[in-house]
């Protein structure tokens, strides 16, 4: 049974590896300390927060999110540590809220490794406090408990930080904000809220619209599984001291003016919607603009499909309490009084249906009309594959901001698709989940008939990578420990796109696993040294996948121990992986592997709805980009690649 605390409250912990979950209204910064027997925090490598954001048997999220999964084993705590507080602080100087007085009250639940909740705590009661303590769990007499903490600071993470005895309190609070500043500029800052002359025309106008019917910034779709924010990747030595740069962060943009304004639209006729245009947005380029489009249509189809569900489910509850009231009366139970009354309530109610129904069919016909001008202006990187932009494919000489690896939409607009885009470099590893149980559609289907599909799924999202990045700048390994993806890997073996040929049997998966492994280690060490130039001459500094077929299969504890090591570190120094398997195969590793799925964007081969927006919470259904029945594009753009990656010699 869960217990429900309230502030002060304590309840003994049955276990010792725990995750602790934070739900907020909006992003908020997520970190523990590490206390002795008196509460006291003896120096920051005493706190994980996102500049840091593991201790022995602690791990929290590198970046302010409106979800965090903090990870806790107390066995492997040190044995002078008695106390761990779980912290949460606002971001400063992004925008957003400066006090906790005006958000939602964030609610933190105390849970096992398979996600059953052992005690929450809704923290209510703040006002003015930009920080809180939220949570403690301290050992007592040799059992470890949690407790309801609540406590509040005005003056934030520097005050909390001094309270619990921490000398370089406000030194270490700048440092924190400072790293949740950087991780979040990253990310492409949202479209700016509109003005009543704005440059577009907002599509939100269901049932429950926003206040101004204007377009307003919101997070991009994820994961139904909150994703776990990477830490704040490495800044490089710049490209004066070490001869060439080695950045694998997601560029960013320092400029002091505004952006340019996108183009406007043409006129709209007296009594009709303004006519879409594509690159409608702001931005720094088309691409950026198109970029921002993209995700306002992700918002304006949400909220009008909100407003109407909102609708019905008004209309449905209030004929529910008219016929409660009409047959209150027990004179109308009997006879035609009650008859009418019946008739009446459902006549209302589909009234009031047909409007909100109405009002969503206008909407989701401008947005209809806006996503037909969008598709086709699309880059190679946003488009799917039977755009005509991949038949004029050229290498290209820079990396875009984000790449399309499917789409989304929803049961009310079954035909209205919305790129699903993912910012490059990725910042997360990618899963292909090739099991019967991730779908219905996947269960009525043969295993190995869905095993080749997700594979063939993998290839194709590998050769869009390998079509974005410029020429040698992007390298591509496969581990298919049983040779059982021959098929399905041909597109990119006969092209000669591969930087070697498919790692096969327990001598190719420690080959492989050992150089991707030093390479991410060599490079960490040489960013954090300074010395990028002292890096051997024959490592790849250049963007690296690494497709993993039939995971865990040929995999032993060693591979296994490494693999997870890549899909935490190595994203922040170009390493990703690709992993083609089944949850339910892995089942006999037990929780050891739960991070490692945790840490990966999980999509399907076949159409899932299990992608969930983080403001509304529908569920989205992704649809994997398919391949124009009898097309050779992608063999003509991996030929492509290819050739620029090794051109012929006079």
């Given at each position: ?478 581990i298919d420990p049983a040779g059982s993806a021959a098929g399905a890997l041909a597109p990119l073996v006969e092209s000669g796109a591969l930087a070697g040929p498919p790692a096969a049997g327990a001598g190719g998966v420690a080959s492989v696993l050992a150089q991707l492994t030093r390479r991410v280690d060599l490079v960490q060490m040489a960013i954090r040294a300074g010395a990028a130039d002292s890096l051997p001459p024959d490592l790849d500094t250049g963007e690296q996948l690494l497709i993993v077929n039939d995971f865990p299969h040929g995999f032993d504890d060693r591979a296994v121990t490494q693999l997870r090591y890549l899909a935490d570190e190595g994203p922040s120094v170009g390493v990703h992986l690709l992993m083609v398997a089944d949850r339910e195969d892995a089942g006999a590793y037990g929780p050891v592997l739960d991070p490692l799925w945790r840490s990966l964007l999980r999509i399907t081969p076949v159409a899932d709805d299990h992608l969930a927006d983080p403001w509304v919470g529908h569920a989205w259904t992704y649809e994997p980009l398919g391949m124009p ?22």
């Amino acid at each position: 049974m869960t217990a429900e605390l309230v502030r002060g409250q304590n309840h003994t912990l049955p276990q010792t590896r725990l995750e602790i979950r934070v739900s907020a209204g909006t992003p908020v910064v997520a970190g523990a300390t590490l206390g002795d027997e008196d509460g006291t925090v003896h120096g920051t490598e005493w706190v994980a927060h996102p500049g840091s954001p593991q201790l022995p048997g602690l791990e929290v999220s590198g970046q302010a999110a409106a979800e965090h999964r903090l990870a806790v084993d107390l066995d492997a705590l040190p044995a002078s540590v008695h106390r761990v507080t779980v912290l949460l602080a606002l971001p400063t100087g992004v925008g957003g809220p400066v006090r906790f007085g005006a958000v939602a009250s964030p609610f933190v639940a105390v849970t096992g490794l398979e996600g059953s909740e052992i005690a929450t705590f809704t923290l209510t009661g703040l006002d003015t406090e930009s920080a809180v303590t939220a949570l403690e769990l301290y050992r007592r007499q040799g059992a470890w408990k949690v407790r309801a903490v609540g406590q509040g600071y005005a003056g934030g993470l520097a005050a909390m930080l001094a309270d619990q005895g921490l000398t370089q309190a406000a030194e270490l609070a700048h440092s924190i904000q400072d790293a949740v500043a950087r991780a979040m500029a990253r990310s492409v800052a949202p479209p700016p809220p509109r003005t009543p002359d704005s440059d577009r025309v907002g599509h939100g106008t269901g049932p429950v619209p926003p206040s101004d019917g204007r377009r307003h910034p919101v997070a991009p779709p994820t994961a139904t599984q909150p994703p776990e924010p990477l830490a704040e990747p490495i800044t490089p030595p710049s490209a004066a001291t070490t001869g060439g740069p080695i950045n694998y962060a997601h560029p960013r943009r320092q400029a002091s003016a505004p952006p340019p304004p996108p183009p406007a639209a043409p006129p709209a006729e007296p009594g009709h919607a303004a006519r879409p245009v594509a690159g409608d947005a702001t931005g720094w380029s088309m691409e950026e603009r198109l970029y921002n489009q993209i995700w306002g249509m992700f918002e304006d189809l949400a909220r009008t499909t909100a407003a109407y569900r909102s609708a019905v489910d008004f209309a449905e509850s209030r004929m529910d309490q008219e016929l409660d009231r009409s047959l209150s009366d027990p004179r109308n139970r009997i006879g035609g009084a009650g008859d009418r009354a019946r008739e009446q309530a459902r006549a209302k109610r589909d009234e009031l249906t047909a409007r909100a129904r109405e009002v969503l069919d206008r909407d989701l016909a401008q947005l209809a009309a806006e996503s037909a001008v969008v598709e086709p202006a699309l880059p190679a990187a946003y488009a799917g594959w039977d755009n005509p932009v991949w038949h004029a494919y050229r290498v290209p000489m820079e990396t875009p901001m984000a790449l399309r690896i499917g789409d989304l939409h929803l049961p009310e607009s079954p035909d209205l698709r919305i790129p699903l885009l993912v910012r490059l470099p990725l910042e997360r590893g990618i899963w292909v989940d090739s099991g019967r149980t991730a779908s219905e559609a996947a269960a009525l289907m043969d295993t190995a008939q869905l095993r080749r599909l997700a594979m063939e799924n993998a290839v194709a999202h590998a050769a869009r990578l390998l079509a974005v990045y410029p020429a040698d700048e992007f390298s591509v390994h496969v581990i298919d420990p049983a040779g059982s993806a021959a098929g399905a890997l041909a597109p990119l073996v006969e092209s000669g796109a591969l930087a070697g040929p498919p790692a096969a049997g327990a001598g190719g998966v420690a080959s492989v696993l050992a150089q991707l492994t030093r390479r991410v280690d060599l490079v960490q060490m040489a960013i954090r040294a300074g010395a990028a130039d002292s890096l051997p001459p024959d490592l790849d500094t250049g963007e690296q996948l690494l497709i993993v077929n039939d995971f865990p299969h040929g995999f032993d504890d060693r591979a296994v121990t490494q693999l997870r090591y890549l899909a935490d570190e190595g994203p922040s120094v170009g390493v990703h992986l690709l992993m083609v398997a089944d949850r339910e195969d892995a089942g006999a590793y037990g929780p050891v592997l739960d991070p490692l799925w945790r840490s990966l964007l999980r999509i399907t081969p076949v159409a899932d709805d299990h992608l969930a927006d983080p403001w509304v919470g529908h569920a989205w259904t992704y649809e994997p980009l398919g391949m124009p029945p009898g097309s050779r594009v992608l063999e003509q753009v991996l030929a492509r690649v290819a050739a620029a990656r090794h051109p012929r010699r006079p």
